[in-house]
């Protein structure tokens, strides 16, 4: 070394600088690459993006290249800037202690933590680009990695540890439920919240989205034909339950455009209605609400019953109910559905006690626990643990729900109240 010129010992300092640095940020990069990100460079056919992947892949040799080059590469460094010190200022301790002293400064500075900082903020810039040179490195180091591996398997054995195990990770919803909530800048407030409802329709069933059993329009087969004829007329809907005496005896499913014949008649009875009838579809109670979509796709029905174990009739639930879920509230509503449901100027709105919790948090804003109770009624009546009298107050984090009427031992109609604190907030998430 000292039979080198001076220009020559420092241009090689030089050099192990950078080889050192390039290993440390090529680390530091390959270890930071988003894979998803990658997975998506490679689908577009960039070189570099499927030269990444494919080390990536063979992580124990990429790191056994990376390490012993960033090793050589220091190595190397003190032996020149030791020698360097010993030949122009003498062979002693203090000399010895300077240069270790200012070879470790040099290599922690410019070829660890400046580079490393660097990598770790723009992985793919130099990730890619890195895979080339890394790729050839790898082949030429070949014999030595593989000598050098078999060793730390050796060594790993003895300790119980098996190389490779454990390497393949798969996401979980809820960290899939994390990546697209923090990928806010890059993808449209709309399409976030499409996918972050479809991860939780895992966690609901049908229970959750029906209109319960005293909000369906339904046909009574009992009624007087003055009835019938004046409930047809009425109607708003497409397609309606048909039952006979009570509820729980749904006969069939009734489309209103085949009854539009039975309103020209002068007359008709229970029997002509039966004959259009169509026949009524079930759903047991407790079926998740992504299973029912498929169901639905499979037997080509939009509306369903739901029932519980003993054949009761708890609710209805359509298609629409569903899509809901995932889309949020349709901006066109059709007659006889809760266009109001909004929070007035004095931050008030009435509800039926039968309104579903569900929908009041995805119209209002407000988090009404829904692990329990679904109806405004049933979270009352579990909350207060008694039947209360009207003008009685309950209070759910930032809303008052004030009790306004009592009728057949049921809460009619309850009125809630957004504190003001969180009145503003609350009348912006309104209808969202």
Same mark, same amino acid.
């Given at each position: 070394?000292?039979?080198?010129?001076?220009?020559?010992?420092?241009?090689?300092?030089? !050099?192990? #600088? $950078?080889?050192?640095? %390039?290993?440390? &940020?090529?680390?530091?990069?390959?270890? @930071?690459?988003?894979?998803? +990100?990658?997975?998506?460079?490679?689908?577009?056919?960039?070189?570099?993006?499927?030269?990444?992947?494919?080390?990536?892949?063979?992580?124990?040799?990429?790191?056994?290249?990376?390490?012993?080059?960033?090793?050589?590469?220091?190595?190397?460094?003190?032996?020149?800037?030791?020698?360097?010190?010993?030949?122009?200022?003498?062979?002693?301790?203090?000399?010895?202690?300077?240069?270790?002293?200012? !070879?470790? #400064? $040099?290599?922690?500075? %410019?070829?660890? &933590?400046?580079?490393?900082?660097?990598? @770790?903020?723009?992985?793919? +810039?130099?990730?890619?680009?890195?895979?080339?040179?890394?790729?050839?490195?790898?082949?030429?180091?070949?014999?030595?990695?593989?000598?050098?591996?078999?060793?730390?398997?050796?060594?790993?054995?003895?300790?119980?540890?098996?190389?490779?195990?454990?390497?393949?990770?798969?996401?979980?919803?809820?960290?899939?439920?994390?990546?697209?909530?923090?990928?806010?800048?890059?993808?449209?407030?709309?399409?976030?919240?499409?996918?972050?409802?479809?991860?939780?329709?895992?966690?609901?069933?049908?229970?959750?989205?029906?209109?319960? +059993?005293?909000?369906?329009?339904?046909?009574?087969?009992?009624?007087?034909?003055?009835?019938?004829?004046?409930?047809?007329?009425?109607?708003?809907?497409?397609?309606?339950?048909?039952?006979?005496?009570?509820?729980?005896?749904?006969?069939?499913?009734?489309?209103?455009?085949?009854?539009?014949?039975?309103?020209?008649?002068?007359?008709?009875?229970?029997?002509?209605?039966?004959?259009?009838?169509?026949?009524?579809?079930?759903?047991?109670?407790?079926?998740?609400?992504?299973?029912?979509?498929?169901?639905?796709?499979?037997?080509?029905?939009?509306?369903?019953?739901?029932?519980?174990?003993?054949?009761?009739?708890?609710?209805?639930?359509?298609?629409?109910?569903?899509?809901?879920?995932?889309?949020?509230?349709?901006?066109?509503?059709?007659?006889?559905?809760?266009?109001?449901?909004?929070?007035?100027?004095?931050?008030?709105?009435?509800?039926?006690?039968?309104?579903?919790?569900?929908?009041?948090?995805?119209?209002?804003?407000?988090?009404?626990?829904?692990?329990?109770?679904?109806?405004?009624?049933?979270?009352?009546?579990?909350?207060?643990?008694?039947?209360?009298?009207?003008?009685?107050?309950?209070?759910?984090?930032?809303?008052?729900?004030?009790?306004?009427?009592?009728?057949?031992?049921?809460?009619?109609?309850?009125?809630?109240?957004?504190?003001?604190?969180?009145?503003?907030?609350?009348?912006?998430?309104?209808?969202?």
């Amino acid at each position: 070394m000292e039979s080198l010129p001076l220009w020559a010992q420092l241009s090689a300092l030089f !050099v192990l #600088l $950078l080889m050192s640095a %390039f290993f440390s &940020i090529s680390e530091t990069s390959m270890m @930071a690459l988003n894979r998803h +990100r990658l997975s998506h460079l490679v689908n577009k056919g960039r070189r570099g993006a499927k030269l990444a992947t494919e080390l990536l892949g063979q992580t124990e040799k990429l790191l056994g290249t990376i390490l012993l080059g960033n090793n050589v590469a220091n190595t190397a460094l003190t032996a020149i800037v030791t020698s360097l010190a010993i030949s122009h200022f003498g062979n002693n301790d203090r000399v010895v202690l300077m240069a270790s002293t200012l !070879v470790a #400064l $040099l290599i922690i500075i %410019f070829c660890e &933590i400046t580079p490393k900082v660097f990598g @770790a903020t723009y992985p793919e +810039r130099i990730a890619l680009p890195a895979s080339g040179v890394l790729k050839a490195l790898m082949t030429i180091a070949a014999p030595f990695v593989w000598a050098v591996n078999l060793i730390v398997r050796v060594l790993l054995l003895a300790i119980g540890v098996r190389a490779g195990a454990g390497q393949e990770t798969r996401l979980s919803t809820e960290e899939l439920r994390t990546i697209v909530l923090d990928s806010g800048q890059f993808m449209p407030h709309k399409h976030r919240s499409i996918l972050l409802n479809l991860f939780d329709l895992e966690h609901i069933t049908v229970d959750d989205v029906m209109a319960p +059993r005293s909000r369906i329009e339904a046909l009574n087969l009992a009624a007087t034909e003055a009835e019938l004829r004046d409930q047809l007329t009425t109607c708003y809907h497409n397609k309606m339950p048909v039952y006979e005496g009570e509820i729980n005896r749904v006969v069939g499913m009734l489309h209103i455009r085949r009854a539009l014949s039975l309103l020209q008649r002068e007359s008709f009875d229970s029997a002509d209605i039966r004959e259009v009838l169509s026949e009524p579809y079930f759903i047991p109670s407790g079926t998740p609400v992504f299973k029912q979509l498929q169901f639905f796709q499979e037997n080509r029905q939009r509306l369903g019953m739901v029932v519980d174990e003993y054949g009761e009739v708890l609710g209805l639930v359509t298609l629409e109910d569903i899509i809901e879920e995932i889309v949020g509230e349709f901006t066109t509503t059709g007659p006889g559905r809760d266009t109001g449901l909004e929070w007035d100027e004095d931050d008030t709105v009435m509800l039926e006690g039968t309104a579903i919790l569900r929908e009041i948090n995805r119209r209002l804003g407000t988090k009404f626990p829904l692990d329990g109770p679904r109806t405004l009624n049933g979270l009352l009546l579990e909350e207060l643990e008694e039947l209360p009298e009207a003008d009685v107050s309950v209070r759910f984090g930032d809303v008052v729900a004030e009790i306004t009427q009592i009728e057949n031992r049921t809460i009619r109609s309850v009125r809630l109240h957004l504190l003001p604190s969180q009145a503003g907030a609350g009348r912006g998430q309104a209808g969202s």
